[in-house]
């Protein structure tokens, strides 16, 4: 197996900024804002928490997110349903362990699902996106894969959708969760539902939840990683549905987690129950981080979208979907005929790291890049980035209007402007 696409990117880059050169970095997406003051304190408070946690959480961190989720997700939930892992990655790897049957994903998805659920030994199944958004799934779309799955030999039994999206940045509307939680619940498929960015919707469309409509099968995962900033803490948890089944599915994921990740790291545990406990402070925090990404992700779309770059509209997170197709015949004579060697042409002659569709499941010849806004805030200073997040209180809902950005971010203006000196530079090669 290769690394994962998006470590190796960031790797990459810190080399050559190391060396001196001046890359523009839209290949990573990891939230930079500063901690929380109310997470700081916790923190500091738990250090003499040494001893180990229990494999499934500490019961004050287990209550907190069994609240938190019943509060923002419409989903009843108890602290008997949560199990917390050192992030959320560990814990879906866990479920495809734990789990029966093969598995559908999306395409495009993230570049773990599919890895994770080979090792776990499972067939993995594309499942076709709508090919204006790239995150739309219908019913016959669905019932499409799962057909050729079990025409293969395979049981897919499971399917692994995340909203907010990534790579897309769209997010399903209600009536499309109502459409896929139908189809699963009449298919005797489990959802897992991948929920790491829902504290980071833009606003101009409302996050659903499946488990919302689909509680007795589904799961849903998260963490502190992107809303709260903090991936370095390696936080995250997983919802069980009620009941026997789901009491019976996590025996077996305790099981797994006692003989690989023991538990999470006890410090961290205790402090993250102030992520999660309400708090007005805490909860302001992630409204403004979430309008703050949906602020600098529409305005590199809008600069897209005046180059007539075919792009998605995001919804949440901080990624966008651009599909460079129609620069296809100078891309062509350039010796870029696919996804990767799109990548490595922006990388080695525009200094602009992107990933390749390719790495989400995509198709070589599909011209498709991921961009991740989310490190364009540059060397700022703590101060600087929460006077940033203040702001945001005067600002509309991001993806409601086309006015520019009235924030100084001069990463964001030399993407912006890279992108034009690109499109322009293929333009006359056309």
């Not at 997110?65 to 199990?83: K, L, P």
């Not at 919302?212 to 991936?231: D, Q, R």
């Not at 992107?354 to 995509?362: C, D, I, K, V």
């Not at 600087?384 to 950005?405: C, I, K, N, Y």
Request: aromatic letters at 8%; one cysteine or more; a neutral charge.
């Amino acid at each position: 197996m290769a690394a994962s696409p998006t470590l190796a990117m960031n790797e990459a880059v810190a080399r050559r900024r190391a060396e001196g050169r001046r890359t523009l970095h839209l290949g990573f997406g990891e939230a930079m804002f500063p901690l929380h003051p109310a997470l700081r304190v916790a923190l500091a408070e738990a250090l003499e928490s040494t001893g180990y946690a229990p494999v499934a959480g500490v019961p004050k961190l287990r209550e907190a997110i069994a609240g938190y989720i019943t509060r923002t997700r419409g989903v009843e939930c108890s602290a008997q349903q949560v199990v917390v892992g050192p992030g959320s990655k560990p814990l879906i790897y866990a479920l495809l362990q734990a789990l029966d049957g093969d598995v559908l994903v999306p395409r495009p998805s993230w570049v773990s699902y599919a890895p994770q659920a080979r090792l776990a030994g499972r067939s993995v199944s594309a499942v076709a996106t709508d090919p204006v958004d790239h995150q739309r799934l219908t019913p016959d779309a669905l019932a499409d894969a799962a057909s050729r799955a079990r025409a293969a030999g395979g049981n897919p039994r499971i399917l692994v959708v995340n909203s907010p999206g990534n790579p897309t940045g769209g997010m399903f509307a209600r009536e499309d969760v109502a459409a896929i939680t139908a189809w699963a619940r009449a298919a005797g498929v489990t959802i897992i539902s991948d929920e790491i960015y829902a504290e980071l919707a833009h606003g101009w469309r409302s996050h659903v939840s499946p488990a919302s409509l689909y509680p007795e099968g589904s799961i849903v995962t998260g963490g502190l990683s992107k809303g709260f900033s903090a991936g370095g803490w390696r936080l995250g948890y997983a919802i069980l549905p009620a009941g026997e089944r789901g009491e019976q599915l996590g025996r077996a994921v305790r099981a797994l987690a006692s003989e690989i990740w023991s538990a999470a790291s006890t410090p961290i545990e205790e402090a993250a129950s102030a992520a999660f406990t309400p708090n007005p402070d805490v909860e302001a925090y992630l409204r403004r981080a979430a309008r703050l990404h949906g602020h600098v992700t529409h305005a590199l779309y809008r600069t897209l979208r005046e180059l007539a770059i075919a792009c998605p509209k995001p919804a949440g997170g901080f990624y966008l979907y651009p599909d460079f197709a129609a620069w296809r015949a100078p891309l062509a004579r350039l010796g870029v005929t696919t996804s990767p060697q799109l990548a490595q042409y922006l990388l080695d002659r525009w200094e602009l790291a992107t990933l390749p569709g390719t790495a989400f499941g995509e198709e070589p010849e599909t011209l498709r890049l991921r961009l991740a806004t989310s490190m364009l805030y540059g060397p700022a200073a703590q101060s600087d980035l929460w006077q940033l997040l203040a702001r945001t209180d005067d600002l509309p809902p991001p993806g409601t209007s086309d006015e520019p950005l009235p924030l100084s971010l001069p990463e964001l203006t030399q993407v912006q402007q890279r992108w034009n000196e690109i499109i322009a530079d293929w333009n006359a090669r056309k």
